[in-house]
């Protein structure tokens, strides 16, 4: 029984020892067991040996036979897989952990440059072989043998192009601003970003000796040579650095150009690649120039009644003008020194200045926010406005405008001014009046006001030569009548009402002023209408170029165009400022040929029918007595007549007319109409399906009817003034005379029967 027992207990510690030694790793806990390496392997990425973009993306996977994979490390080394330099693999230090099973690398393309022709254009396009490594790191620290790929980067060269100043100015001035844009097509030149650096040289052109060469050719020497001039680059700096410094720079401030001398400043960009521009072009990245010390800014004045003044240097003749007294003067300017390379720095203005060299004469020290003049009235004398401004080189323009200030007496009723030409020739279709016709039908309009005196109150400017009634004789009356036609070359109201646009001024440009604009904001009162096809009526303020209708004042002040991005300076024509009218038609003239225009025919569709008063206006709706419609003349309808619907070949209604805020178009452009804008009278086209069916042909002029004028003698009333863009003398006598009693009892000069 013992033995059994014995035996029983040496088995188990025989088993015990058995477990222990398969345990262990010495004698007394067993044999040591391997941990394997983990497996990779590459899913996604460029083929070995292509030729891809500088951001690659690779995916990877792997396993662990005996545990689990922890992270997994890569590094790109520069090179094929038998070319690489191994330091850029040795070290933990070089390889980047991540968890992930995909990146996103960037590497460097700028080796191996060469010019490639893309849609015509020439791009530098480098590339660069690298090795990408990836391994796999398990949880007790083991690695996988790298699984590596070789590709080859490329990428196209980044570019530049100087905006500022213009290629065309090859005289600049002692301080120069230049900016510029740079782009980096990606792949594509259709597929850019901003570039991430930029550099620039500059100095005198020298030759390959480095000797001072104005003809000598540096261009296609740096395109061959670029390490010529590595030395001469400033550092890089960032594209987007702060304050626009990689954007832009002023050389000549802490740096002395030599004057009279040839210069060049050249621009080169980096992308992330490390590809840089190599393909230096005059004009475009490449600027020559001669550095000049007598440039100086241009100053643009302008004053909403007298219009812009351009000037350049300091010619100390002033611009003259007359001015009514009490009119409240305006002035605000800008200045450009850009077409140099200058910097505009201040602005100082004063009036009447003794010594403009004396800084205590101004009515302050330069300063850039100068940039308006208090508002000045001057009721007598003369006054001279002055303006300066100085760029950064210290170069100055002067501008002077004297103001010569004229009585405005507005002592005389009426004035009629006959500025629509015609002759004797012998009626008989009536598509004009003669000259006797239309001048006996408008003196017999003007006796009916108090005062009228024909020998006096007439102006026919065919008499004086097709010369406009000045200043001087305008202020003598409170009321004027003025009648025009549609020919530029003899009438005089062009003359008045032509407004300059602002891009379109120019030193030693002639500038008029017009003085019915002044007129009516003195209180004046007028009644303006003629025959207004083509270039007739308010069209008379545009320059020939740009009489294409529809147009807008505001936004088409210099031709039809998209949007409102041009020069908007038309809102200060007398159209739109005064009158309040913001869009312009014809039934007769240069139509536009838009592809949203509806259709447009003079014949049988557009022309008038007859006019309506538009009583839903609030102000017309006040003057019941006004004709409630306008229609032609018997006279000029009788069969044989040019403007019967039974006269062969003609129009078949009216077209002498212009057409005021034409709601087709207004909505077509989204525009509003101003808040000062009435219709008055509108028109019924020969077809009822024309778009000018409806539209406006005569306002009221409402801007300054609340003015009451100061004449040193007789009665002065505040009054609206009329304007129609047709002429009256073609309508009905009995409902022309309705009219023309509205417009004398508002003036207070209707004569007693």
Request: aromatic share 14%; hydrophobic share 35%.
């Amino acid at each position: 029984m013992r033995r059994y027992l014995l035996s029983t207990v040496t088995i188990s510690i025989l088993l015990t020892l058995m477990l222990l030694i398969g345990c262990s790793e010495d004698v007394f806990i067993g044999i040591p067991r391997t941990n394997r390496a983990p497996e990779i392997w590459l899913s996604s990425g460029p083929v070995e040996g292509d030729t891809t973009g500088y951001q690659v993306h690779f995916y990877w996977g792997g396993w662990d036979p005996d545990g689990e994979i922890s992270f997994y490390e890569f590094v790109v080394a520069e090179g094929d897989p038998t070319g690489f330099n191994p330091e850029d693999t040795t070290g933990l230090d070089k390889w980047t952990g991540t968890a992930a099973h995909d990146s996103i690398i960037r590497v460097s393309a700028d080796e191996n440059s060469a010019t490639v022709s893309i849609n015509n254009s020439l791009y530098t396009k480098y590339d660069k072989t690298h090795t990408f490594f990836i391994r796999g790191v398990d949880l007790l620290g083991k690695r996988s043998v790298a699984v590596t790929r070789s590709f080859t980067a490329w990428t196209l060269a980044p570019y530049v192009i100087i905006e500022a100043p213009e290629p065309s100015q090859t005289v600049l001035s002692r301080v120069i601003r230049f900016t510029w844009v740079g782009r980096d097509p990606i792949d594509d030149p259709g597929n850019t970003q901003d570039p991430d650096s930029i550099r620039y040289l500059w100095g005198l052109v020298t030759d390959t000796a480095g000797n001072y060469d104005p003809g000598f050719d540096m261009p296609p020497d740096m395109n061959a040579n670029p390490g010529r001039y590595e030395d001469k680059w400033q550092p890089w700096i960032y594209y987007r650095a702060e304050e626009d410094s990689g954007r832009t720079t002023i050389i000549g401030d802490d740096e002395v150009l030599q004057v009279n001398n040839s210069h060049v400043f050249v621009v080169q960009a980096k992308d992330e690649a490390g590809a840089v521009t190599s393909i230096f072009t005059r004009d475009v990245n490449f600027r020559q120039f001669i550095v000049s010390a007598s440039k100086a800014p241009s100053l643009t004045v302008f004053e909403p009644f007298l219009g812009v003044y351009r000037f350049i240097g300091r010619n100390l003749t002033p611009e003259k003008c007359d001015m009514p007294p009490s009119i409240p003067l305006n002035f605000r300017w800008w200045a450009d020194a850009s077409t140099y390379g200058g910097q505009i720095v201040g602005f100082r203005y004063g009036w009447d200045v003794a010594d403009i060299n004396n800084p205590s004469d101004w009515e302050g020290p330069f300063s850039p926010f100068t940039t308006a003049a208090d508002e000045r009235i001057h009721y007598s004398g003369i006054h001279t406005f002055f303006v300066e401004a100085i760029d950064n080189a210290g170069m100055t323009v002067l501008g002077m405008i004297e103001i010569n200030i004229i009585p405005f007496s507005m002592e005389r009723n009426l004035l009629w001014v006959d500025d629509f030409y015609s002759t004797d020739f012998t009626q008989n279709v009536y598509v004009m009046p003669t000259e006797t016709e239309h001048d006996n039908f408008w003196l017999d309009i003007c006796s009916r006001a108090n005062g009228f005196d024909p020998e006096v109150d007439v102006y026919d400017a065919a008499q004086r030569n097709f010369r406009a009634v000045e200043m001087g004789m305008v202020g003598k009356y409170k009321n004027i009548i003025w009648t025009y036609s549609s020919d530029l070359e003899t009438n005089t109201w062009s003359d008045v009402v032509y407004f300059m646009p602002e891009s379109q001024v120019s030193s030693g440009t002639e500038l008029t002023v017009n003085y019915l604009s002044i007129f009516l904001a003195k209180g004046g009162h007028l009644l303006t209408l003629g025959r207004s096809d083509r270039a007739g009526g308010l069209a008379g303020i545009l320059s020939p170029l740009y009489m294409s209708f529809p147009m807008s004042f505001k936004c088409e002040i210099t031709g039809n165009q998209t949007g409102c991005d041009g020069d908007t300076s038309g809102v200060n024509c007398l159209g739109y400022k005064d009158y309040c009218i913001s869009m312009l038609d014809k039934i007769d003239g240069i139509i536009r040929q838009d592809t949203d225009m509806p259709t447009r025919q003079v014949s049988h569709f557009d022309a008038m029918s007859y006019a309506y008063r538009d009583d839903s206006d609030t102000v017309t709706a006040k003057f019941p007595e006004l004709p409630e419609e306008l229609h032609l003349w018997d006279v000029v309808m009788q069969p044989g007549a040019f403007w019967s619907p039974l006269y062969p070949g003609g129009p078949g209604g009216f077209t002498y007319v212009e057409i005021y805020n034409p709601e087709y178009w207004m909505n077509e452009k989204f525009t509003d109409n101003q808040t000062c804008f009435h219709p008055m009278f509108r028109m019924r086209t020969a077809s009822s399906m024309s778009a000018l069916d409806h539209t406006t042909i005569g306002v009221w002029v409402t801007k300054y009817q609340d003015i009451v004028p100061e004449p040193d003698a007789g009665l002065a009333v505040a009054a609206p003034s009329f304007h129609l863009g047709f002429p009256l003398w073609f309508f009905n006598r009995t409902q022309g005379n309705k009219f023309i009693d509205v417009v004398f009892n508002e003036w207070c000069i209707k004569a007693t029967p």
